[in-house]
T-cell receptor
Framework: DTGVSQDPRHKITKRGQNVTFRCDPI?????LYWYRQTLGQGPEFLTY????????KSRLLSDRFSAERPKGSFSTLEIQRTEQGDSAMYLC????????????FGDGTRLSIL | QKEVEQNSGPLSVPEGAIASLNCTYS??????FFWYRQYSGKSPELIMF????GDKEDGRFTAQLNKASQYVSLLIRDSQPSDSATYLC???????????FGSGTRLLVRP
């Protein structure tokens, strides 16, 4: 199996710009998760998809954030009107079907807001 | 009180020693427990997971779970300098698929 793939690895943008990140999960993993991690903290949950359905969203996911998984395969996370506080590592994870299957993380996208 | 608590460290042990990493959680509905290793600038890598009370061993790693005490630990035997990293404890509650992470414990293995 190839692992979870995320693109881009790094993104530097000016405050107020929109950014979009892509995640390709491990093949045949029907569950996909987005997390955000800042320095010195553990990852914080943002949202979860089972196939194409977005089943859970964190209160952290403000109106500026939107995530999609249109065909139940890859997913995109868009941040509109970026703010300084959005600077973080954005991590995608996937897991196979089954109650308590462990989540496997991609390498992440590091976002820096100038 | 944070939902998942870990001592931030650093925990410093000599090469060859046993490193003991601890984690407590607040939600009694927690069902699954995971340990991830994270090297600086890298993403979390799954090390162990445990669902039932007791011990689970995998090579040099042993996960221990005590649901009555809401406590989970990771033991690393014969610690190597390459084990130096931040170890993240993560908990999944029964009502959700999300993982709740602690802030991690930084482990330093001295040669």
């Amino acid at each position: 199996d190839t692992g979870v793939s995320q693109d881009p690895r790094h993104k530097i943008t000016k405050r107020g710009q929109n950014v979009t990140f892509r995640c390709d999960p491990i093949s045949e993993h029907n569950r996909l998760y987005w997390y955000r991690q800042t320095l010195g903290q553990g990852p914080e949950f943002l949202t979860y998809f089972q196939n194409e359905a977005q089943l859970e969203k964190s209160r952290l996911l403000s109106d500026r954030f939107s995530a999609e998984r249109p065909k139940g395969s890859f997913s995109t996370l868009e941040i509109q009107r970026t703010e300084q506080g959005d600077s973080a590592m954005y991590l995608c994870a996937s897991s196979p079907r089954g109650g308590n299957q462990p989540q496997h993380f991609g390498d992440g996208t590091r976002l820096s807001i100038l | 009180q944070k939902e998942v608590e870990q001592n931030s460290g650093p925990l410093s042990v000599p090469e060859g020693a046993i490193a003991s990493l601890n984690c407590t959680y607040s939600d009694r509905g927690s069902q699954s427990f995971f340990w991830y290793r994270q090297y600086s600038g890298k993403s979390p890598e799954l090390i162990m997971f445990i669902y039932s009370n007791g011990d689970k061993e995998d090579g040099r790693f042993t996960a221990q779970l005590n649901k009555a005490s809401q406590y989970v630990s990771l033991l690393i035997r014969d610690s190597q300098p390459s084990d130096s990293a931040t170890y993240l404890c993560a908990v999944k509650v029964d009502s959700s698929y999300k993982l709740i992470f602690g802030s991690g414990t930084r482990l330093l293995v001295r040669p």
